[in-house]
């Protein structure tokens, strides 16, 4: 290893044995996407009882990133850092018994796993176990625990805890909950979370769990539109097409919902099928025709 990008000093440390050189090298190797060289210099902090290495090492074998992809050798090393009460590891071996990886699936030991790290404080344990109680897999379903657990997680700035929470309080009929719901739903969507931009916006536009807010539903759902999110295109396709807090605008319709029908998402394509007949009987060419926000009247159809 001779890279100019490898401090030397701590290249001689590390193969004198240093079990902290070995896993700085492999933390630096792997952040320049070297994970060959990575896993060879976890593995020898690894052997050498690093916890953080172990579960880096088993976190590069269930990827299959610079190693071959083996979940035995996975679980193998990441049960070598629970057994250090590493919390990561703990949570990480949930994952092996929910999808089944390895041992047979089995809910119930992965929620055990989760519950173990989850009291500890980790955020994603807490979101691994709020979705079980969420859905009722492996454990009783319950709205609260769930919603204890994904606010644990969503506190802490987990991003897809907090588009879980705001889902789960969405979904409640307690009134109460649905200003909460926006909120956290609103921090997923700040933090790039492109569902909770659809959901928000979605949740602005119909004005039915948060006062209507056409431009901030607009925002949202150009965000999670321009990411690609085919719903999202589709909602701000029928927004212009019907004039729906913005001007009408037949150009940007179709631009949405071609997007959207590239992804094969049926409702778009049908209203594009739909537009293009209805101007087709007025003599009117959809796919040439540079459609100036003057153009209405075109019904787009609904639902999501």
Known sequence: MTSSTIPSQILEI????????????????????????????????????SASAQYNLGWMHYHGRGVQQD???????????AEQ???????SLGILFEKGYVVQRNPSEAARWYRAAADQGDAHANWYLG?????????????????????????????????????CMLSARSRELWPQAVEWLRRAAQAGEHRAQYMLGVTL?????????????????????EAG??????????????????????GRAKHWWKLAAAQRHMPSREALLRIRSQLQDDGIDFEQTDFSPTVVGVRAGHGR
């Open 14 to 49: 590390a193969e004198t044995g240093d079990m902290v050189a070995q896993e700085w090298l492999g933390d630096h190797l792997r952040n320049l996407g070297r994970h060959d060289e990575a896993a060879t210099w976890y593995e020898k902090a690894a052997a050498q009882g």
């Open 71 to 81: 979940y035995a050798r996975c679980m193998f090393w990441w049960k070598k850092a």
């Open 85 to 91: 009460n590493m919390v990561r590891a703990i949570a």
């Open 131 to 167: 979705r079980l109680y969420q859905r009722g897999v492996g454990v009783p379903r319950d709205r609260e625990q769930a919603i204890h657990h994904l606010r644990r997680a969503a506190e802490q700035s987990h991003r897809r805890a907090q588009f879980a929470l705001g889902m």
């Open 205 to 225: 536009l119909r004005g039915r769990r948060a006062p209507r807010d056409h431009r901030e539903a607009l925002h949202w759902l150009a965000q999670a539109g």
């Open 229 to 250: 999110h085919a719903k999202a295109q589709y909602v701000l396709g029928r927004m212009y097409a019907q004039g729906q807090g913005v001007v009408p605008d037949l």
